[in-house]
Nanobody
Framework: EVQLVESGGGLVQPGGSLRLSCAAS????????MYWVRQTPGKGLEWVSA????????YYLDSVKGRFTVSRDNAKNTLYLQMTNLKTEDTGVYFC?????WGQGTQVTVSS
């Protein structure tokens, strides 16, 4: 059974940082591109970042470039999203996705 379980969300002030994690199981994690997608009040569902199986290729939504960093640890079957200089418009539910599956999401709230 494929499972993707996100964690690390929370409430943070503007300018703050959070690190999201996504624990994957039930498939050959290192063989798959993995993605972070968010659902925000303002823009709906939005693709945020992607990383290839080996971790050598990464892509980002323009509005998060320079602030977010995607990475993965294939030995731990875990995907990460390091988010810095967070803005109120980053508020939303963050999902990891891959192998045609999605996790349940983790809430990120950026507010003073």
């Amino acid at each position: 059974e494929v499972q993707l379980v996100e964690s690390g969300g929370g409430l943070v002030q503007p300018g703050g940082s959070l690190r999201l994690s996504c624990a994957a199981s039930g498939f050959a994690f290192s063989s798959y591109w993995m993605y972070w997608v968010r659902q925000t009040p303002g823009k709906g569902l939005e693709w945020v970042s992607a990383i290839n199986g080996g971790g050598g290729s990464t892509y980002y939504l323009d509005s998060v470039k320079g602030r977010f960093t995607v990475s993965r640890d294939n030995a731990k079957n875990t995907l990460y999203l390091q988010m810095t200089n967070l803005k109120t418009e980053d508020t939303g539910v963050y999902f990891c996705a891959g192998c045609n599956y999605w996790g349940q999401g983790t809430q990120v709230t950026v507010s003073s």
